[in-house]
């Protein structure tokens, strides 16, 4: 996902740019490149769905599925008739044992 700058924000540096190069032109000082590009404002790509991709509770089921599987379990809980300690113990578990520190 691509984090996006707010228009407000773009708009504002634009202001504070064009500030500072009327201060820098009224220095009298030779500027090389052009000063009013401190005050443009970049076109801002169209925002993103808002939406996840995936639901939280398909990710959900995915990952317990593939634990379950990693583990060779025969009988495999749904993730809703599991407790999320259960879970986070599990997670803990492998990847305490895959740094090799259990």
């Not at 996902?1 to 500030?19: D, L, N, Q, S, Y």
């Not at 052009?34 to 991709?53: I, N, T, Y």
Request: charged content about 20%; some cysteine; proline content about 8%.
């Amino acid at each position: 996902m691509k984090i996006v700058t707010p228009r407000w924000a773009v708009e504002r540096a634009a202001a504070i740019g064009a500030a500072s190069a009327e201060r820098i032109a009224a220095l009298g000082v030779r500027i090389l490149g052009d000063p009013a590009l401190l005050s443009a404002v970049p076109e801002q790509p169209e925002p993103g769905p808002a939406e996840p991709r995936l639901a939280p509770e398909v990710a959900a089921q995915a990952l317990y599925g593939a634990l379950a599987a990693a583990a060779g379990q025969a009988s495999v809980r749904s993730v809703h008739q599991t407790s999320s300690r259960e879970l986070v113990r599990v997670l803990g578990h492998r990847c305490l044992k895959r740094l090799g520190r259990r």
